[in-house]
């Protein structure tokens, strides 16, 4: 028998993925399954992006590449990110990886030893946890309540630090709840963490999804800017899931210790998706307004259908693509109201409690999926309470 390390126990998962497959093996059998658990736009990559990255195939875009990426999709980083951010930065401070889950993974191993503390949103991304258990850290976590907003009390977070503490996360848009952190609370938090010996992550990987307001990042703050790392990527903004491509913007510090990370790991990000990501920010915009503009729209409709269905309340996320109802007073949990929902109505969506103990009572529905197909979740969800 094959004896795994320590650290494997302790390393968790991304349940939407069990339940993706849960949810094909009942169509498998036959089910009609309605689609509100995975994470990813219902839309194709644009034509304009598909079209480099076949023409980078055709043009030889298939050998190794520099390990932090190539220079001319960092200087079209550099162009977007000043824009929507309006944060300076040099190229050689970005580094390219096959998806934002790399940034995450590659920050947390770089600087978290055993017993150092991250402060990380709860409920949040399942991978910050994960990842900060399998190093030996330890994950303490801001409780983002439903009455701030589906925000942490920022009168709390100086309470939280202590010594210990390397690291913070912060996530704007957010996954699950849709929230966003606005201009005065992110002036709040950068005070906090302008005297303190605290990397920030900030996961700004939903920032083109708002449907109120402007971005909001904590990298417009300069007395931070020698301790911020920045996530993004374009596997939501651009339909580019499969692609695999994200980037990370990083300290000039770290730049030397996570490029090593990333050549004794995958050497580097493909070649060809690099090219068509160059594409996707050069070319037009017009498929991502269009996008956010439909998200908009079907976002508005599940959230006065969930609020029209007896024993559930809904907040409206301001970004993001999802929505995270409270179904505390239909009487079971949220786990069980999940999984019952998948088995008995065809509805696949996740427990608040895959994204943290703070998500008990929750749960979880992406709306990247057709109006008639949330119309008739909406319909099977009723159903369904009104049984229990």
């Known amino acids: 028998m094959i004896e795994l390390a320590n650290r494997m126990s302790r390393l968790g998962t991304e349940t ?10 009942l169509e498998a059998q036959g089910k009609d399954i309605i689609h509100l658990q995975i994470g990813e736009p219902d839309f194709d990559t ?4 598909i079209n480099a990255g076949k023409s980078a195939l055709d043009n030889g875009y298939t050998h190794y590449n520099p390990s932090t990426g190539y220079e001319d999709l960092k200087e079209e980083i550099k162009k977007y990110s000043k824009e ?18 790399p940034i995450m993974f590659y920050t947390i191993l770089a600087l978290i030893d055993p017993g150092d503390e991250v402060l990380y949103p709860n409920p949040g991304f399942p991978i910050y946890e994960s990842m900060i258990n399998f190093v030996g ?10 009455k701030l907003g589906y925000n942490f009390d920022i009168n709390k977070l100086e309470k939280l ?7 913070i996360i912060i996530n704007s848009p957010n996954n699950p709840c849709g929230s966003t952190i606005n201009q005065e609370s992110m002036h709040k938090i950068s005070e906090i963490l302008a005297n303190k010996n605290i990397t920030i992550l900030a996961d700004e990987i939903y920032s083109q999804f708002l449907y ?10 300069t007395k931070l800017k020698e301790k911020i790392i920045i996530l993004d990527g374009f596997s939501k903004s651009y339909s580019m899931t499969g692609w695999r491509i994200g980037y990370g913007i990083f300290p000039e ?39 956010v503009k439909e998200f908009k729209s079907r976002r508005d409709l599940i959230v006065k259908g969930l609020n029209s269905i007896n024993n559930i309340t809904c907040s409206t996320p301001s970004g993001a693509f999802y929505v995270f109802p409270n179904v505390s007073k239909t009487g079971i949990s949220s786990e069980e109201f999940a999984d019952r929902l998948l088995n008995e109505k065809g509805v696949a969506t996740l427990s608040g409690e895959s994204f943290g103990e703070e998500g008990k009572g929750y749960i979880r ?24």
């Open 16 to 25: 939407a993925f069990e339940v993706l497959a849960k949810a094909k093996r």
């Open 46 to 49: 644009p034509e304009n992006i």
């Open 84 to 101: 929507v951010r309006d944060h300076d930065f040099d190229t050689n401070q970005v580094i390219v990886t096959s998806g934002g889950k």
């Open 137 to 146: 850290g330890m994950p303490i976590p801001l409780k983002l309540e439903e």
């Open 161 to 167: 630090i202590t010594d210990k503490t390397k690291l």
């Open 212 to 221: 109120e307001g402007n971005h909001e990042s904590i990298s417009n703050y």
């Open 253 to 291: 510090s770290l730049v030397d210790p996570i490029s090593k990370l990333i050549t004794n790991s995958n050497s580097c990000t493909a070649s060809f998706t690099q090219i068509a990501a160059i594409e996707a920010l050069k070319g037009s915009q017009e498929s991502v307004k269009l996008m």
């Open 365 to 388: 529905l992406s709306f990247a999926n057709s109006k008639k197909n949330i119309s008739e979740a909406l319909n099977r969800i009723e159903l369904f309470t009104k049984n229990l």
